[in-house]
């Protein structure tokens, strides 16, 4: 399984770029990477070279929006989201995305959310929307607010879907304490969440890759 198999992908979002990258002929697991503010569809490929999980298939879409402070990059939301239908109109690509690889796959592929700093906050929140169409999620420098929660109206559910969270301590742009938060919310509503911090600042060091892989392959 590879790009071509996924033509459905450019015609059901023909306004979104994406890059594919392919690990093995089978695909037994897919993961859909979000990439942080000011990034592109390119900015997450290193993370799945890192990570080199066996017969995976990586999908990497580009967020809707032009970082406007920044002439090169891209934004999941158009500035700050002014209303919940503008986060519900961005996770509702997401959402179009994993349909999709459901419809297509059944429940022969596992599927995971992967994002990064403003992708990895879309990730937890689109995968507690969809927890019983997805296997995990990997957040990386993001954070979920009880704000969030109430917003998109997040319900906790006897579901233990499973989540890893990556948050670097001498992160000066998202606070390791929210990813700390993070990790408290996602239990109360119902996750099964492992938290691991590292010696860095806003950034996906090399010893997450490990961990990653592991994370996956459980």
Request: with cysteine; charged share 25%.
């Amino acid at each position: 399984m590879s790009e071509q198999d996924y033509p459905d992908l450019r015609s059901k979002l023909p306004d979104t770029e994406f890059q594919f990258k392919q690990f093995g002929e089978k695909c037994e697991t897919i993961v859909i990477g979000l990439h942080g503010w000011t990034g592109d569809e390119h900015s997450l490929i290193p993370v799945s070279i890192g990570v080199r999980l066996p017969n995976s298939l990586w999908i990497f879409p580009r967020a809707p929006f032009k970082a406007r402070q920044i002439p090169k990059g891209y934004s999941w939301f158009d500035n700050k989201p002014k209303s919940v239908d503008e986060v519900l109109d961005t996770i509702s690509l997401l959402e179009t995305i994993v349909d999709l690889i459901r419809r297509k796959e059944k429940d022969d592929v596992r599927i995971y959310l992967l994002g990064f700093s403003q992708g990895a906050t879309l990730s937890v929140g689109t995968g507690l929307l969809m927890r019983h169409k997805i296997n995990g999620i990997v957040s990386i420098a993001g954070f979920l607010s009880r704000k969030n929660v109430q917003m998109l109206n997040i319900e906790p559910v006897k579901f233990n879907l499973p989540m890893l969270i990556l948050h670097g301590t001498k992160d000066e742009i998202v606070p390791v304490e929210r990813g700390i938060e993070s990790m408290k919310i996602c239990k109360e509503l119902g996750c099964e969440v492992v938290m691991k911090t590292y010696d860095e600042k806003h950034k996906i060091p090399v010893t997450a890759m490990k961990i990653i892989k592991e994370f996956m392959v459980k």
